[in-house]
């Protein structure tokens, strides 16, 4: 299996590629500059910049990238985008690290974390991008996409356990009442999905256990 990680040198990115490097599979980091992923396999490109012929021939891109800014925000949208564009009409699957904010927290999907009393100020324009993002992917029947939401509480330097309970579109807690995962588990549940690929056009969600 042939994987392509965009934005390999960020702190999902190393983990997730990381993961699929040390199942055997076959990964190239897509970045911009220098590598600093376990990958061997570069493509040092901006997201922007790649093309069609760039992503051709993998089984499975996953869209890691990130924006932490105000002014950075809209990028969310603007980079799944260009992916989805070039990935149109190809049988690749593109999957992408998400957000929790948008998960639903009531059966009516009516109500999303990010509308929560308790959710973050500082965190809601960031949700409202990504959430912007998804609704928008849901749109593209030309692509085989996979959206992936963590846990309301992503840890960067969370310890790896090796174990998640994978969720739908509404938040889920696990046994002890939390959500929360670290970014190795979540990339755990990443390449799981990439070699199993269950979840076409579908949002899905992880809770570390």
């Not at 309970?165 to 509404?170: A, M």
């Not at 999905?193 to 579908?202: C, P, Y």
């Amino acid at each position: 299996m042939k994987i392509a990680v965009v934005c390999a040198n960020g702190k999902a990115g190393k983990l997730i590629a990381k993961e699929a490097v040390d199942r055997g599979l076959d990964v190239t980091a897509v970045v911009r500059g220098e590598n600093h992923s376990a990958a061997t396999k570069v493509v040092s490109k901006d997201l922007f910049d790649l093309t069609a012929s760039d992503l051709s021939g993998y089984d499975v891109v996953i869209d890691a990238f990130g924006a932490w800014t105000d002014e950075t925000y809209p990028l969310h949208s603007r980079t799944l985008k260009h992916l989805c564009d070039i990935l149109s009409g190809t049988d690749a699957r593109l999957l992408v690290v998400g957000g929790a904010g948008s998960l639903y927290v009531n059966p009516e999907h009516t109500v999303c974390v990010a509308d929560g009393p308790n959710f973050p100020d500082s965190f809601k324009p960031l949700a409202a991008a990504m959430a912007k993002a998804l609704t928008e992917l849901r749109q593209r029947k030309d692509v085989k996409w996979t959206y992936i939401s963590p846990a309301g509480d992503f840890q960067a330097n969370g310890k790896r356990t090796g174990q998640y309970i994978l969720g739908g579109e509404e938040l889920i807690l696990n046994s002890k009442g939390e959500s929360v995962i670290s970014y190795a588990d979540y990339a755990i549940a990443m390449i799981d999905e990439a070699v199993k690929g269950n979840h076409i056009r579908q949002r899905i969600s992880v809770v570390s256990e």
